[in-house]
């Protein structure tokens, strides 16, 4: 194929697809953005208008009817990730689905039985493994950089759940919209923790709400909040590396994002500026010490971790960008480098075990 052909369902100006993946689609040669949808007919106009896209829908059916359409991107909210990444399926389109790959395990099972059963290519939106500095920490602790990796200390804020929002928004503060706290910021950071460090051997959680209510400014009410906001999971590697993650909601005067990898010989530090601390939307700073170094300092990252995405392609946009040039290649030459949705349902039963921590921890 000269050209991948992408359609995003769920494109409406201003939205996640928006900030995300039509920037990075429209930096990447293999790809050509040619369809979007959205559930009314004025957004689809406008989306196609701003994305400068030559097909706009209110029937995301439409959209992956289209011939030129080779893989279909579900970026829509999680609740209705099962009909339309099974219709994608069933018109055996590749699909990019954002996670959560479904509202609960039970959808992700099913999803990735679909997938494996139309034989079509998959991935999930668990960008923060692309990220050049957490590609980079991997390799460097491989080579040795860290000696023997004692524990990591992850510590975040998800900005999004704070004490005001507004009525588009008041789903994430529910419990079973699957795009709490816990979903999104602590997921995607415990994907990046396991990208580098290998996989937990065992889980303990606390998931609270901080926070009981929340402010719809644009209303001028108040609605109770079900999902917690202050998350914090600990557990031992595989490897033997004790390891702590903590989220909390909104964010913090002082830092946002620090992420410590420390070991024998040396020590790793991920940070990033400003309010968001979600790991796999910023931009990450790497920094390291190891030997007789006193003190961590910046780590340049090599040419070889851009390849095919511009170093000045910043922001959100970037990482999925990484994403998606992995894609490609998988695509062109049928390697499975980029997860999906098998890798989904193992991120599910871990969300899973979280829960059952808590639980049973609170029990």
Known sequence: MAKIGVGIIGASPGGWAAMGHVPALKALPDYELRAVS??????????????????????HRELIARPDVDLVVVAVKVAHHHALVSAALDAGKAVYSEWPLGADIDEAA???????????PTAIGLQARFAPAVRHARDLIADGYLGKVLGTTLV??????????????AYIFDEASGASTLEVPVMHALEALQVVLG?????????????????????????????????????????GGAASVFYRGAHSRGNNLRWEI??????????????????????????????TDTAVAPIALPD????????????????????????????????????????ALERHRLLEAVKQASRTRGA
């Open 38 to 59: 959205t559930t009314r007919r004025a957004s689809a106009d406008a989306a196609a208008r701003a994305f400068d896209v030559p097909a706009g829908y209110d029937d």
């Open 156 to 169: 975040g804020s998800g900005v999004a759940w704070g004490g005001e929002t507004d009525r588009a928004h």
């Open 304 to 343: 070889r971790y851009f390849a095919g995405v511009r170093r000045d392609l910043t922001g959100p946009a970037h990482n999925v960008a990484q994403l998606y040039a992995a894609l490609a290649t998988d695509l062109r030459e049928g390697t499975r480098t980029v997860p999906g949705f098998q890798h």
């Open 110 to 120: 099913d999803l990735a039985a679909r997938a494996r059963a139309a034989g079509v």
């Open 262 to 291: 420390n070991g024998t010989e040396g020590d790793l530090v991920l940070t990033t500026s400003g309010i968001n601390g979600n790991l796999q939307v910023v931009d990450l700073l790497l920094e390291g010490g190891r030997g």
């Open 199 to 239: 996989d937990f051997d065992e889980v303990s959680a606390q998931l609270v709400r901080g926070r009981t209510e929340v402010r719809l400014a644009d209303e001028g009410v108040t609605i109770p909040v079900t999902a917690p906001d202050q998350v914090s999971v600990t557990g031992t590697l595989r490897d």
